[in-house]
T-cell receptor, first 111, second 118 residues
Framework: AQSVAQPEDQVNVAEGNPLTVKCTYS??????LFWYVQYPNRGLQFLLK??????LVKGSYGFEAEFNKSQTSFHLKKPSALVSDSALYFC?????????FGKGTTLSVSS | DTEVTQTPKHLVMGMTNKKSLKCEQH?????MYWYKQKAKKPPELMFV???????INESVPSRFSPECPNSSLLNLHLHALQPEDSALYLC?????????????????FGPGTRLTVL
């Protein structure tokens, strides 16, 4: 069965420091992996996706993610965190026509 | 433009009411989705429409009735809901390209309808 795991419920980082939100996956075949962000009382906003090709994917708002096939990981990163990055982040894998989401990681950036 | 719109933003209804949620997209997408999301939890898939036909129903109770009148519109009709149905209901859309049976296309989400059932 296809699945993704986000091992951290919460990540805390100081503004200006680099951030990493972790995601590991378990899929058969080639994975199609996505990151979404959700601000309070809002829908999900697409950040980036990995389909094939370059293992470093660049997305919206300065975020990037590194696909690592040997470690089955797709960690979300940003070189310098902003307070406005504080939100709930979901990793997801595409299976058929549906998305399967991880449980989510709350990112808290302090000033 | 990657906008999916949903109305209403908020809805409060009693257990005997009938109401509808509406979703609209003008991106030419041919796949549309309904998700249910509880607070601080991941979205859970409810229904998938592909080319205006229902292709997936994730064993959703019949008190939720989806409808896809045309390729741009998706409705969710609600009847005799329970308090535990209170949640954020999200609509999404995507293209319908496939690669080996799996679509790599991005799902774009609307802002959601916050539903409260009293």
């Amino acid at each position: 069965a296809q699945s993704v795991a986000q091992p951290e419920d919460q990540v805390n980082v100081a503004e200006g420091n680099p951030l990493t939100v972790k995601c590991t996956y378990s899929v058969s075949g080639n994975p199609y992996l996505f990151w979404y962000v959700q601000y309070p009382n809002r829908g999900l906003q697409f950040l980036l996706k990995y389909i094939t090709g370059d293992n470093l994917v660049k997305g919206s708002y300065g975020f990037e993610a590194e696909f690592n096939k040997s470690q089955t990981s797709f960690h979300l990163k940003k070189p310098s965190a902003l307070v406005s990055d504080s939100a709930l982040y979901f990793c997801a894998v595409r299976t058929g026509t549906a998305l399967i989401f991880g449980k989510g990681t709350t990112l808290s950036v302090s000033s | 433009d990657t906008e999916v719109t949903q109305t209403p933003k908020h809805l409060v209804m009693g257990m005997t009411n009938k109401k509808s949620l509406k979703c609209e997209q003008h991106m030419g997408h041919r796949a549309m989705y309904w998700y249910k999301q509880k607070a601080k939890k991941p979205p859970e898939l409810m229904f998938v429409y592909s080319y205006e036909k229902l292709s997936i129903n994730e064993s959703v109770p019949s008190r939720f009735s989806p409808e896809c009148p045309n390729s741009s519109l998706l409705n969710l009709h609600l009847h005799a809901l329970q308090p535990e149905d209170s949640a954020l209901y999200l609509c999404a859309s995507s293209s319908r390209r496939t690669s080996g049976g799996v679509s790599p296309d991005t799902q774009y989400f609307g802002p959601g309808t916050r539903l409260t059932v009293l």
